[in-house]
């Protein structure tokens, strides 16, 4: 891996929610191993952390472009619906 990759790998705000998803997954299944030392799991464990984060952020992120503001007869906003995008 380049430094410019690795780099990148670090810099979790421009990690995208499939890479972050993935590192995660490849995360917890090495901490359900077992074999890793402690000082390596609690790395691992911070690094899992730090990409739930990430990708719990792009989630809502997704979530609101896809919802639009609902209004009730008084005029009042009321809630959020999907958005018809048709």
């Not at 077992?34 to 899992?48: I, T």
Request: proline residues 3%; charged residues 35%.
């Amino acid at each position: 891996m380049t430094k410019d990759n690795a780099a990148a790998v670090d810099d979790l705000s421009i990690l995208p929610f499939e890479k972050a998803m993935a590192e995660l997954e490849r995360i917890v299944g090495e901490l359900e191993k077992g074999s890793v030392s402690l000082d390596d799991s609690v790395r691992l464990y911070a690094r899992g952390k730090a990409l739930q984060d990430r990708c719990e952020k792009l989630l809502a992120e997704a979530e609101t472009r896809v919802e639009k503001i609902t209004i009730g007869e008084n005029g009042a906003p009321k809630g959020v619906a999907p958005l018809d995008v048709e």
